[in-house]
């Protein structure tokens, strides 16, 4: 079982489960799939700034307190910062040489045998009906780096909390939000490959067609055919 959390994180993490119990109803499946020892990485979809909170709280009351990758520049705001700073989070410098720190970072969290919690998009989703879009490749590489599994986590209904780039959430009535555990995703046959583009992309593109699968039956509806590609929007902008 992962690291006891310390005293720090344990009171942050009463702070936040206190506020999800007054503000949503949970709708929770799948706990039977979260590995009973040794480090993975949980990923989820994202589609709010809620989500974080709601993915963190699944997890911790299930018995795995996990570390987030976060944007830098969080670590700073005045209390956002020393909550994430009290319980382990990992900060990412976008953009710099910087930013392969993280996931060294987040390699010794798995090796140790703690929990990364990661939204593999790196962003909220741009796609307009909130579907999970085309990802970046760093969950990849620290899986395949390190040969922990992956264990997707699809969630749906924090967006009513707080919408889509909201600053004011809607705390009443309490929201219903679902939240599902599904197996490990297979990449046993890419963990043996050398860790180069094509397998990495390979591996990113298995992991999010698992939790689109898996927000397809949440909403019970359709995801489109082709994601939302946020690499090619950046292109022709």
Do not use: C
Request: charge should be positive; charged fraction near 25%.
């Amino acid at each position: 079982m992962p690291t006891t959390p310390t005293r720090a994180y344990r009171a942050v993490a009463m702070v936040i489960r206190a506020l999800m119990r007054a503000t949503t109803t949970r709708d929770w499946h799948g706990m039977e799939h979260l590995p009973a020892a040794g480090g993975f990485i949980a990923v989820s979809n994202h589609v709010t700034y809620a989500d974080p909170l709601t993915f963190a709280t699944y997890l911790y009351i299930n018995g795995y307190p996990p570390r987030f990758l976060a944007k830098s520049p969080l670590f700073d705001a005045p209390v956002l910062g020393a909550m994430l700073r009290a319980t382990d989070q990992i900060p990412v410098v976008r953009g710099t040489s910087h930013a392969k720190d993280a996931v060294s970072s987040g390699v010794d969290v798995l090796r140790r045998g703690d929990v990364i919690a990661m939204f593999p998009e790196g962003t909220l989703t741009r796609d307009p009906d909130l579907w999970p879009m085309s990802a970046r490749t760093g969950v990849a590489r620290m899986a395949l780096e390190t040969g922990v599994p992956v264990v997707p986590v699809a969630q749906w209904g924090a967006q009513r909390l707080l919408p889509r780039y909201g600053k004011l959430p809607h705390p009443i009535p309490r929201k219903r939000v679902t939240m599902v555990a599904g197996p490990p995703i297979d990449l046993d046959d890419l963990r043996s490959k050398p860790l180069d583009a094509e397998v990495l992309r390979e591996a990113t593109d298995r992991i999010m067609a698992t939790l689109t699968s898996m927000v397809e039956d949440i909403r019970g509806e359709a995801a489109p055919a082709t994601p939302f590609d946020w690499r090619e929007r950046r292109k022709d902008a």
